[in-house]
């Protein structure tokens, strides 16, 4: 039975993957932060045996520690000692990091240089970019031998220094340019510690959920997703991959976006 990974799962695309691969037969270990936005997932877990939940606040380094040490251990215990040597734990095909923030209480994207605060451009970083380097750091031990592993993180299209066009949203925009040069300098170095997992930066395209909604205004209703078919197009795209594409950046379409 495969295993996965899916972080950020209380609500919206991360919650959209569990469902999917909870279907395809996966083991699904999955991560939540807040047991109110959670509870659709705290449900699904007390009727599926094959899910797996781990309390995370990915901006506590010893959290993300802590939770994959657990997760290496079922693994192991989930090895199967009649056609596996008893050393070699069951494998992680995926990897994917749903979490992500734009609006948060009063932190809201900025409009303006006027509306810029430090404060809330750390807060952004902390999340966005830092917290799937400190994921890769401690992802490495449990995937390292794996015969193929996709780690995905979602980014945003509007993090492509080449593609901005439009301004604003320093905070948000900034912080997906930096988890992008994250993934891509984790690509390289996976290329000799974790020679078949294949990392990737995909964008969802505007999707239906908490965080899309205060902007869906001028969304036209073809270009606004529904999260079944967000998950579907995203798994298309890493089911299409090899290793020779890690450490690129796809849109939900497959295609692939400038940096
Ligand atoms: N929706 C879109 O249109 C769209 C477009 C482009 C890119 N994306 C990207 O896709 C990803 C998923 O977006 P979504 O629309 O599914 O967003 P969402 O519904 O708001 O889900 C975001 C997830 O991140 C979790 N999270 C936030 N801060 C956290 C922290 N400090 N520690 C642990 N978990 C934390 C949330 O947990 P809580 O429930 O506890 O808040 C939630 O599970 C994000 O990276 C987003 O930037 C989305």
């Given at each position: 039975m495969p295993h996965s990974l899916i972080l950020?799962?209380?609500?919206g695309i991360g919650f959209g993957f569990v469902q999917r691969f909870l279907a395809e037969g996966h083991i699904v270990h999955a991560t939540y932060r807040d047991r109110i936005s959670a509870a659709p997932l705290l449900d699904l877990a007390a009727q599926q045996s094959n899910l797996r939940l781990y309390a995370l606040d990915i901006t506590e380094e010893s959290q993300i520690e802590t939770v994959l040490g657990t997760i290496a251990e079922s693994l192991q215990q989930s090895a199967e000692p009649a056609d596996k040597p008893a050393d070699k734990p069951a494998e992680l095909s995926h990897v994917i990091n749903c979490i992500g923030i734009l609006h948060q209480g009063d932190l809201q994207p900025e409009?303006?240089?006027?509306?810029?605060n430090s404060e809330n451009l750390l807060t952004y970083f902390q999340v966005n970019s830092i917290a799937s380097i400190l994921l890769a750091k401690h992802l490495t031990p449990l995937i390292k031998n794996s015969p193929r592993t996709v780690f995905a993180t979602l980014s945003a299209k509007v993090g492509s220094i080449g593609d901005n066009?439009?301004?604003?949203w320093y905070g948000y925009r900034a912080s997906k340019t930096a988890l992008n040069m994250f993934m891509r300098t984790i690509a390289l170095e996976y290329r000799r510690t974790c020679k078949s997992t294949i990392v990737t930066v995909l964008h969802p395209g505007t999707t239906d959920t908490q965080l899309s909604q205060p902007f869906q205004?001028?969304?036209?209703p073809e270009k606004l997703f529904s999260i079944d078919r967000s998950v579907d197009q995203l798994i298309d795209v890493m089911n299409g991959?090899?290793?020779?594409?890690?450490g690129e950046f796809f849109s939900w379409d497959g295609t692939r976006l400038p940096w």
């Open positions: 950020g799962a209380s609500q409009k303006s240089l006027r509306q810029i066009q439009l301004g604003g205004r001028n969304v036209p991959l090899t290793i020779n594409d890690s």
